[in-house]
């Protein structure tokens, strides 16, 4: 008996072992790609600017590495749905394999519950601690870091003190029961709550930005890929634009030659950027910009000329037709999700039961099923982020290359950590698998809320639907409403044709008899003279 404890004790330790060094691994990989990542955008010229101080250099470095560290947690947290179905499905396929005998479902919970550990600990203590950190300026009378690591300790705890209890006020107010003093003294209860409002926040934005990306995206690989290009002769555009580049740039040397106008060449069509009111340097700027998109559209037209035929005519349509697929199947879905939720088959996403790897699987289709889930899960997880990318352009917070400054990167790092956190929940959601969520995320209290969960559907299939609607109609009600301002140009032209048809007898008669009255009247003649 005891040495079957012993052996029962043994192999609990080894399979222990064995999972924290998987987690470990996987950490490792996820923090260099991460780091890799960070070194592509941020500014490069940083710890140049602060080598005079060495400790400008570690508070930067350290800032650096906790913003990684977020980064990886985020990475993770986007994965960790789509690799929970993939091992699922492995293990149904291969279950006395010896070389996936380490994936079982201990490994799996607990990487769901060290990505919620680590989502807690980097959204509320090491990107502030970061930010705070890279701005202190230490308290006087400490030298070195000391000063700023007390100045970062002691602003953090006050306002962890500020969103506790914004946090006890919030839950007091939604459920009064928790309003007494043993719940305000309990400070790591309010940890998954805080959790939980940030993660309702996240998937709110999922909501906004996910159906705009869906639209983003069918611009953005029109942008990479080459468009089909029916009934035109790439040849000819490019000799065209050739020639408008030479023209224009001589019209340059002329304009630098004499400081006057461009005439020379004359311009063929005056209405497209006439510059002919410009002098010196304002003729030069308008001419330059003229200069620099005919160089873009050059560029244009020589990327389609050496773009094989197969990928223009094959892998463009191919990839739009993908797009179409997977976003019309997400809104089927979606809505298969909605009314399955109204008649009560499907309960709702809150998680009440622990689920066990490897025992079925999680789609009728089987594996095929599961797979295509996967694959609709990364592909909502690259909408929201293209999505999410549009009005960050806008405000021109987007990370550049080898430009983006450290504070920066820590809120676009808290930003991402939000969004991949929420993206479980988004999915659980709108009922895209029926893999339940484990840990402490399948315990957040709001997604047991009938009525939101509803709406949530409802409004996310909607908005897709109509984004989707409006994307694929735009070219035929741009081009209706061009035809039907031709037509009106084209009446209002016959319009006046009509009148001046009639209107010109008419003056050509009156112009007639006054002629015929002044040479009748007798008093013309001296009129005349005297004038």
Not at 151 to 162: D, K, S
């Amino acid at each position: 008996m005891d040495d079957e404890e012993a052996d029962l004790r043994e192999q609990i330790f080894h399979n222990n072992v064995r999972e924290q060094i998987i987690f470990l691994l996987l950490f490792i990989l996820l923090y260099l790609f991460s780091f890799m990542l960070i070194e592509k955008f941020r500014h490069r010229d940083s710890e140049d600017l602060l080598s005079s101080d060495e400790d400008e250099v570690k508070v930067y470095r350290i800032s650096l590495w906790l913003c990684t560290f977020a980064l990886a947690v985020s990475l993770g947290s986007a994965l960790l749905l789509p690799v929970s179905i993939v091992s699922n499905e492995v293990l149904i396929l291969y279950p006395n394999s010896y070389y996936v005998k380490w994936l079982n479902s201990s490994l799996i919970q607990g990487l769901w519950n060290h990505v919620f550990l680590f989502s807690n600990l980097s959204l509320f203590v090491f990107l502030p601690f970061a930010y705070l950190f890279s701005e202190s300026t230490g308290f006087p009378g400490y030298r070195g870091l000391k000063g700023r690591v007390y100045e970062t300790f002691i602003v953090l705890a006050l306002l962890g003190v500020v969103m506790l209890g914004l946090a006890y006020v919030i839950s007091a107010w939604l459920e009064g029961d928790r309003s007494s003093l043993d719940a305000l003294l309990n400070l790591w209860t309010y940890l998954p709550f805080l959790y939980s409002c940030v993660s309702f926040v996240g998937v709110l934005m999922l909501l906004v930005f996910t159906p705009l990306g869906f639209v983003r995206l069918f611009g953005v690989v029109g942008g990479v890929l080459v468009k089909p290009q029916f009934l035109r002769d790439l040849n000819e555009e490019y000799n065209v634009h050739s020639c408008e580049k030479q023209t224009t740039q001589r019209r340059i040397n002329n304009s630098l030659a004499t400081g006057g106008s461009y005439i020379s060449p004359e311009p063929m069509c005056p209405s497209r950027g006439d510059l002919s009111g410009l002098r010196n340097g304002a003729l030069q700027a308008g001419l330059n910009e003229q200069l620099e998109k005919i160089d873009a559209k050059i560029k244009e037209v020589d990327n389609q000329r050496k773009t094989s035929p197969l990928q223009r005519n094959v892998a463009y349509p191919l990839a739009m037709l993908l797009l179409l697929a997977l976003t019309t199947i997400t809104v089927l879905m979606v809505l298969q999700n909605t009314l399955e939720l109204l008649i009560g088959i499907k309960a709702l996403p809150l998680s009440t039961r622990q689920f066990t790897l490897g025992i079925a699987s999680l789609s009728k289709l089987g594996w095929a099923g599961a797979t295509l889930e996967a694959f609709l899960i990364l592909y909502l997880h690259a909408a929201s982020l293209t999505g999410l990318a549009t009005p960050m352009s806008m405000l021109r917070v987007l990370p550049r290359a080898r430009q983006t400054p450290l504070t920066r990167i820590i809120a676009l790092c808290a930003v991402l950590l939000a969004h991949s956190t929420a993206q479980p929940l988004l999915v659980k959601i709108l009922g895209i698998t029926n893999f339940d969520l484990l840990g402490e995320f399948g315990r957040i209290e709001w997604l047991g809320n009938f009525k939101l969960v509803l709406l949530y559907n409802a409004i996310f299939a909607a908005t897709v639907t109509f984004c989707l609607v409006s994307e694929f109609t735009a070219s035929v009600r741009r081009e209706l409403y061009n035809r039907f301002k031709w037509l009106t140009d084209v009446f209002v032209m016959q319009e006046n044709l009509h009148l001046s048809k009639i209107v010109s007898p008419i003056a050509r008669l009156s112009t007639e008899r006054t002629v015929t009255a002044e040479k009748t009247d007798p008093n013309h003649d001296k009129i005349k003279k005297n004038i």
